[in-house]
């Protein structure tokens, strides 16, 4: 392996998903100050590319298909699956870093409830940060997504006046976390009786449905000053959506990330996920929502289409009640 003085290029390998990019970004930016004169360039699935577009740290974003021909002194590898490993063997690199997922310290915590975790939290941008080991130092920055101008004044044009907005991400890719749609219009209906306030929900175009029903379940009065942008808005115009907003409640999603690269107040409802997992918001203020207690949880580490025992438990003891008083404390407090 070559000194780290002598490294001109560095390649890095995250192909997904959206959080796991984000989460991503604060290894970028050490990298960056370790090595301030490499080209360092970022490789992720098209989708994802808007991610990482304007980043300040990162070179040029490239996907696999055109990676080809190029030659790195080293590569740090934080998806570490078998297509990134592959990857990295056709190229022409000096060493490779690798992120270790620890799967099995998972396994453990989700079919035997044996924590070895330990007792204190250790965020995966901390266990991405273990990659560059003698590297660079310590991972501390914060996640960064840069929307382009075009993205700030799409937002600037929706959330126009001087009323609160709660930005509300409700969806999440597997069942077990996302709390139940009804118990989120519950939520909106109790914040927008007690104060004024613009909600938006925020998602992809498979939430879009979800969505309208969520709309659909809310009073008249309420319901005139929520509007749902599920589907509607791009990657990039929903992160500057969220940097506009005074508050955000969500699943435990690539949206919750996204929120946080702008230092907004993140309200988190945590299923079937646990904080051992490491995908708490890195670097902003949050409150963690969850049923504490359960022995079912977690059922898994990566969420499921259905309750294994039925009861669902896991979301539907945070009761919205409780959920809204805390949002319209913090409401309160931010226009103050």
């Known amino acids: 392996m070559k000194a780290a003085s002598e490294i001109r ?5 995250r192909l997904s998903s959206i959080g796991d990019i984000v989460l991503t970004t604060p290894v970028v ?5 370790a090595f301030p004169g490499a080209r360092i360039d970022f490789c992720t699935k098209a989708p994802f590319i808007p991610l990482l577009a304007g980043n300040p740290a990162i070179s040029s974003v490239c996907t696999p298909e055109n990676l080809m021909g190029i030659a790195y002194d080293l590569a740090v590898d934080l998806q570490n699956n078998r297509r990134s490993r592959a990857l990295l063997r056709g190229l022409d690199i000096g060493s490779v870093r690798q992120y270790r997922k620890r799967n099995w310290k998972k396994l453990l915590l989700v079919r035997f409830k044996l924590n070895l975790f330990g007792d204190g939290y250790r965020s995966v941008v901390q266990r991405y940060g273990e990659a560059l080991d003698g590297l660079a ?4 920055a914060p996640c960064v997504l840069v929307p382009s101008r075009e993205d700030r004044d799409f937002a600037l044009g929706t959330l126009k006046g001087s009323v609160p907005v709660l930005a509300v991400c409700f969806g999440a890719n597997h069942l077990t976390k996302r709390y139940p749609e009804e118990r989120f219009a519950a939520v909106i209906e109790r914040v927008g009786s007690k104060m ?7 998602g992809g175009k498979e939430d879009i449905a979800g969505g309208e029903r969520i709309v659909a379940l809310l009073p008249p ?10 589907g509607v808005t791009t990657l990039m115009q929903s992160a500057a959506l969220l940097e506009r907003s005074d508050l955000v409640l969500c699943n435990d999603t690539g949206l919750m990330h996204m929120a946080s690269a702008f230092g907004r107040k993140v309200l ?8 051992e997992f490491g995908f708490l918001p890195w670097g902003t203020p949050f409150e963690l929502f969850e049923a504490e207690g359960l022995a079912c949880r977690p059922c898994s580490h990566i969420g499921r289409d259905s309750c294994p025992k039925g009861h669902f438990h896991c979301m539907n003891d945070i009761t919205p009640e409780r959920v809204a008083s805390r949002i319209v404390e913090l409401l309160r407090q931010c226009r103050q």
């Open 29 to 33: 930016q050490e990298l960056r100050r």
């Open 137 to 140: 130092g310590t991972v501390d």
């Open 268 to 275: 988190v409802l945590f299923g079937s996920s646990v904080k």
């Open 9 to 13: 290029s560095i390649l890095v390998v």
């Open 221 to 230: 009065a309420v319901r005139s000053r929520v509007r749902s942008m599920a």
């Open 196 to 202: 004024p306030v613009r909600v938006i929900l925020l």
